[in-house]
């Protein structure tokens, strides 16, 4: 194995964690920027206002989004578990 194939599948790994990270990370972007955007209209400046609907949207985005998440991390597994046996 040479220094290309270990970068390739470096980023190969990096893609696939920005893959699975970024449903969850854009539903609680879109809901942080709808409460922050509730508060700055209604005046009330609650700090706890925001976790308990953030904590909701990113536990349905998570079971929503779970199938892909599991198909993504799985063919990738594959792929690296194919390049183990075809080293060894």
Not at 33 to 44: M, S
Not at 48 to 54: A, E, I
Not at 59 to 74: E, G, K, N, Y
């Amino acid at each position: 194995m040479d220094e290309a194939s270990v970068l390739e599948i470096g980023r190969n790994g990096i893609w696939v964690v920005l893959k699975l990270s970024a449903p969850i990370m854009g539903a609680g972007l879109l809901i942080g920027l709808v409460i922050a955007l509730f508060q700055a209209l209604t005046t009330i400046q609650e700090m706890t206002l925001t976790f308990v609907p953030k904590i909701v949207v990113i536990f349905f985005s998570i079971l929503l989004f779970l199938p892909f998440m599991m198909t993504t991390l799985i063919e990738f597994s594959q792929e690296l578990f194919g390049l183990i046996v075809t080293l060894g």
